[in-house]
Every structure is written in structure tokens, then in C-alpha cells.
């Protein structure tokens, strides 16, 4: 059974003839959660050889484990230790045990000297990093997670407040870097843990889920509040958001080739392209000879230079005019503020 809320316990341990081999209960359910598990995995996890499972002991995580280890899916597991909570060690070992009981090697993360008052932020960062170095010295190509069709409503909630197309579109389905994949990001968090009740598999609620500081507590909250059907639709948005990114990224990209001249970028063409798109292509430029601009920061440069400014920095990088052209450059370290550079006109770097 799972545990009070709020409450953060260890997870008894689980046998080989446990429930999640033995238990009726919930068993259509079952059949629904491992046909769309399998599918996910197909799409997601081409790649021969062992995955990661990114298990905090969480009713996400673990229903992802018992999934992994239904489908015989190759895998070990893995839990951060972020040691930020008094119980967190003993709920780490209840998770290697619960993974030892299913037959998967597991590997407990510690966040060494974590700061005394870490956010989520930092906390994340933490965990991450542990598990990408996991991944790299175990050899595995991917590390699913168990984010849920809820996490996805949450976050275009939270990016309702502002954000754009980018903040809308929410989780993708694969990281960036391409390691961490999300099996389970169309499938509701409560058929989950329906499935986990019925099961008898236990899990613990992490007290942070709960914690008014944090914005997903208070999205979490109005999601609850709202009809049935809700996050799936939010999600819908997410997805057409992530939609209309790619088809703008794939057009500015294009028209970003169609731009280059003589070493620079021809003004007039990118200049006259509709804003989201010329918005994509000054970010990707900026990306190509440095690092990604932070959005509100590309649309800055933006005003700047169809008002005609002779120049700005960006992340490092000099914009500038020359006749027809614009020329982006690495900026020369010792060129102060003042003087005659009017690359000085920029904004923070």
C-alpha cells in the first residue's frame, strides 16, 4: 500500500514471487500500462543493449521498474541520494532491495556536501550529472525516467504564465543530449498507481511534492481541481506546441543557409523573415559560434537590430553591420565598455 501523504517512508521489500507476478487485481489495466510501455520503448530505445532506470522510489519511478522488469527489458537502476532528507538513505536501500528482488543490478548516487539550502533547481542539476556519469561508466546508451502524462499537464501550466511556443511545448519524449528517455510521458500518473494499489507494490511521496515553495506543488494542485481530462489536453497542447517548434526551427534553419554571403549573413533576407522565425535564426546562429542565448535575450538583439543598431554582443559573440551584411564574431577580451567599439551597446554577457 502506498504511504500517508507527505509522509516519506522505506519501501518494504519485494520477493521474486512479490505482487507485481502474482496479484489478478487490476490485471486489464496491467495488460493496457505494458502494451503502451512496450510501444514507447520500441520508439524510444532503438538501441541494443542494457537501459537505465532513474528510480527514486517515487509511484512514477516504480511502476517504471516493475514495467522494465515485466518486458524483460535489459536494465539497471539507479537512485540519487541527494541527502537532503533524514530518510533519504533508507529509502534509497528499499529501492535497491526492491530492484534486487526483480532480478536488476542496482547503484545508489550520492550528492556529495549538497548545500544546506538546496532548491529543486540545484537539486536537479545534482541529479542529472550523477546520472550521466551512471550512464557513462555503465555503458548504457539510454536512462528512462518515470515522468507521466501529469508532470507534462504541470509543466504547460506553469508555462502558461509566459514562455512563448518554446515553454509550451514541455517535455519532449528525448533529452537533448539524447540520453534520458520518457516512456511514460502519455500515460496518466493516477492508471499508474491504480495499477500499483491493486498490486500491492508500495512506494513513498516524497514531502517535496507538497511544499508551497515549489510552483508544480501549486500546479499540481490546480490540475486536481480541474475536470476530468484536463492534463491529456494540456498535454495535446504540449505536443502541437512541440510541433510548431520544430517546423519553425527546421524553416529558420533553412532560411539561415539561404542567408550566408561572403563570410556574413545577407541582412536584408533575415531581417524580412516573420519574427518567431528570425527569432530561431538569430538563436541558432548565436548557438552555431558559441552557446544558446537565453530567449528573452535573442528578442532583445532582435529589436536592436531592425532598429539599426550598428552592433551588439551576445553570449560573447559581436553582431554586427557591415554594408549589406551582418558578421557575427567572437568578442576580443580587453575591449572595454566605452570607447568607439559599438559592440558596447550590447546587453549583459
Excluded: K, Y
Amino acid at each position: 500500500m502506498h504511504h500517508a501523504r507527505g509522509r516519506a517512508e522505506p519501501l518494504p521489500r519485494l520477493g521474486r514471487g512479490g505482487p507485481i507476478g502474482g496479484c489478478r487485481a487490476g490485471h486489464g489495466l496491467l495488460l493496457n500500462l505494458r502494451a503502451l510501455f512496450r510501444a514507447e520503448l520500441r520508439r524510444l530505445v532503438p538501441e541494443d543493449g542494457p537501459v537505465g532506470l532513474a528510480v527514486s522510489g517515487g509511484g512514477d519511478s516504480v511502476a517504471l521498474m516493475h514495467l522494465a522488469a515485466l518486458e524483460g527489458v535489459p536494465a539497471r537502476a539507479a537512485t540519487v541520494d541527494h541527502g537532503l532528507r533524514r530518510s533519504s538513505a533508507a529509502e534509497a536501500r528499499a529501492v535497491g532491495a526492491a530492484a534486487a528482488a526483480l532480478g536488476l543490478a542496482h547503484a545508489t548516487l550520492r550528492w556529495a556536501d549538497p548545500p544546506r539550502d538546496a532548491g529543486q533547481g540545484p537539486a536537479r542539476a545534482a541529479r542529472l550529472r550523477l546520472l550521466r556519469g551512471w550512464a557513462r561508466r555503465e555503458g548504457l546508451s539510454a536512462v528512462l525516467t518515470g515522468h507521466t502524462l501529469d508532470d507534462q499537464a504541470e509543466t504547460v501550466l506553469m508555462a502558461l504564465r509566459g514562455g512563448g511556443v518554446d515553454a509550451l511545448s514541455a517535455m519532449p519524449d528525448t533529452s537533448p543530449c539524447g540520453l534520458f528517455r520518457r516512456p511514460l510521458l502519455g500515460t496518466p500518473r493516477e492508471a499508474l498507481r491504480s495499477w500499483l494499489r491493486a498490486a500491492g507494490i508500495p512506494w513513498v511521496e516524497d514531502p517535496a511534492n507538497d511544499d508551497p515553495r515549489h510552483a508544480r506543488t501549486h500546479a499540481r494542485r490546480a490540475l486536481a481541481g480541474m475536470p476530468l481530462g484536463t492534463a491529456a489536453a494540456l498535454a495535446r497542447v504540449a505536443a502541437l506546441a512541440a510541433e510548431r517548434r520544430s517546423l519553425e526551427e527546421a524553416e529558420a534553419a533553412r532560411r539561415l543557409e539561404g542567408a550566408g554571403c561572403d563570410g556574413g549573413l545577407a541582412a536584408a533576407p533575415l531581417l524580412g523573415l516573420p519574427t518567431p522565425i528570425r527569432r530561431r535564426a538569430w538563436r541558432l546562429a548565436l548557438t552555431r559560434e558559441g552557446r544558446a542565448p537565453r530567449g528573452r535575450d535573442v528578442a532583445a538583439l532582435d529589436r536592436a537590430m531592425l532598429a539599426g543598431a550598428a552592433a551588439r554582443t551576445l553570449n560573447g559573440i559581436v553582431i554586427r553591420r557591415r554594408g549589406p551584411l551582418l558578421t557575427l564574431v567572437p568578442e576580443v577580451v580587453g575591449r572595454g565598455a566605452g570607447g568607439d567599439d559599438p559592440s558596447s551597446e550590447g546587453f549583459a554577457r
